[in-house]
């Protein structure tokens, strides 16, 4: 997977060379540096690790590494601070072994890939003005991690349609759970030139719930537009 990962990466960086020739000559640069003011839009691919947890109980969790992708929109309040909205997406397979508290219940075995969403409000510092610069970034947000194990049975709606007959659509509730979620980093920011940039960034994100808590390490390379 982590080769899978440094490959793309190598990719990205080769198309950011030649991003590299196109310049957004009609926006003059700031006295300040090239990204003062200005809006940035970035498309992002991820690499997070894996998780290995247990309770007390016996009941435990394996997350395996995995890639993904994002997205991030954001503003330059000035050279130096910057604020972003960043979306990242993950699949990654995982192992679980429920324990019920019954002690005449079967103990649960399931394997299964589920789905990682983090939407994150971050504040970046950089500590230079130029266009080469390392900062550090932080933010809160929202995530969501969908077992994709249904919770209850479908409900199936059926009806008729004059076009294609008889049509039934189900829909289905799964176990998942949504909760607040705080993340720290640090990282490089390379202003190619004065419409294209890159980042490469470091981060922790911390996930609360019901029970404990997930703590997942993500690093995340990107390429993007500033307008």
Same mark, same amino acid.
């Given at each position: 997977?982590?080769?899978?990962?440094?490959?793309?990466?190598?990719?990205?960086?080769?198309?950011?060379? &030649?991003?590299?020739? #196109?310049?957004?000559? =009609?926006?003059?640069? %700031?006295?300040? *540096? /090239?990204?003062?003011?200005?809006?940035? !839009?970035? &498309?992002?691919?991820? #690499?997070?690790?894996? =998780?290995?947890?247990? %309770?007390?109980? *016996? /009941?435990?969790?394996?997350?395996?590494? !995995?890639?993904?992708?994002?997205?991030?929109?954001?503003?330059?309040?000035?050279?130096?601070?910057?604020?972003?909205?960043?979306?990242?997406?993950?699949?990654?397979?995982?192992?679980?072994?429920?324990?019920?508290?019954?002690?005449?219940?079967?103990?649960?075995?399931?394997?299964?890939?589920?789905?990682?969403?983090?939407?994150?409000?971050?504040?970046?510092?950089?500590?230079?003005?130029?266009?080469?610069?390392?900062?550090?970034?932080?933010?809160?947000?929202?995530?969501?991690?969908?077992?994709?194990?249904?919770?209850?049975?479908?409900?199936?709606?059926?009806?008729?349609?004059?076009?294609?007959?008889?049509?039934?659509?189900?829909?289905?509730?799964?176990?998942?759970?949504?909760?607040?979620?705080?993340?720290?980093?640090?990282?490089?920011?390379?202003?190619?030139?004065?419409?294209?940039?890159?980042?490469?960034?470091?981060?922790?994100?911390?996930?609360?719930?019901?029970?404990?808590?997930?703590?997942?390490?993500?690093?995340?390379?990107?390429?993007?537009?500033?307008?």
């Amino acid at each position: 997977m982590l080769k899978r990962f440094l490959l793309v990466v190598f990719l990205i960086l080769t198309s950011t060379a &030649v991003l590299a020739q #196109y310049d957004n000559r =009609q926006k003059e640069r %700031s006295k300040f *540096g /090239s990204r003062d003011g200005r809006f940035e !839009a970035s &498309v992002i691919l991820a #690499y997070q690790t894996g =998780q290995d947890v247990s %309770s007390e109980g *016996g /009941s435990s969790l394996d997350i395996d590494s !995995a890639t993904g992708w994002g997205i991030s929109f954001g503003w330059n309040w000035t050279d130096r601070v910057n604020l972003q909205y960043r979306l990242l997406s993950t699949s990654p397979r995982y192992s679980a072994v429920v324990v019920p508290e019954d002690p005449d219940e079967l103990i649960q075995d399931v394997e299964h890939k589920m789905s990682k969403y983090s939407h994150q409000l971050n504040a970046t510092y950089h500590f230079m003005k130029g266009s080469f610069t390392p900062f550090v970034v932080g933010g809160i947000g929202y995530g969501t991690l969908d077992s994709n194990i249904a919770s209850e049975p479908p409900s199936v709606g059926c009806w008729w349609d004059p076009w294609w007959g008889y049509i039934c659509h189900g829909e289905w509730k799964t176990f998942k759970a949504s909760e607040f979620t705080y993340n720290l980093g640090v990282g490089l920011r390379w202003d190619i030139n004065n419409a294209i940039y890159s980042r490469a960034v470091y981060s922790r994100e911390f996930i609360s719930l019901d029970n404990g808590s997930l703590d997942f390490d993500t690093m995340t390379v990107e390429v993007g537009l500033m307008f």
